[in-house]
């Protein structure tokens, strides 16, 4: 069974960078054809995914997408070794207080479209920007 453990820090100043990691146990972030996913919650969004960062694939092609709204602010990586993923967002600010969850999946082609799945969720850590 595939676990997830987000961890970071609980509290962040304002204009600095989050720094999240999510530990993958039971599982790889190295099996071809997962989306390793950030997805946060707030009362005020909602649920808002961040983006992903894709396993395996042509080395050609950027394996991340991210949410238009963060693109500019977002960077996910994995550390292979670690069996870990990671989540950059810049210049953070109070509206990015959120619950930030980590999630895996593989991907589903429904009626011409592709959808990444969220088969595997961590349980999810609170970020608080505040000075």
């Known amino acids: 069974q595939v676990q997830l453990q987000e961890s970071g820090p609980g509290l962040v100043k304002p204009s600095q960078t989050l720094s999240l990691t999510c530990t993958v146990s039971?599982?790889?972030?190295?099996?071809?054809?997962?989306?390793w996913s950030w997805i946060r919650q707030s009362p005020e969004k909602g649920l808002e995914w961040i983006g992903y960062i894709r396993s395996g694939g042509s080395p050609y092609y950027d394996p991340t997408l991210y949410s238009p709204s963060l693109k500019s602010r977002a960077a996910i990586s994995a550390n292979t070794e670690n069996n870990q993923f990671s989540l950059h967002l810049s210049s953070v600010t109070p509206e990015d207080t959120a619950i930030y969850y980590c999630?895996?999946?593989?991907?589903?082609?429904?009626?011409?479209?592709?959808?990444?799945?969220?088969?595997?969720w961590g349980q999810g850590t609170r970020v608080t920007v505040s000075s």
């Open positions: 039971g599982g790889s972030v190295t099996t071809n054809g997962y989306y």
């Open positions: 999630a895996g999946g593989g991907r589903t082609y429904y009626r011409g479209s592709y959808y990444e799945r969220f088969d595997y």
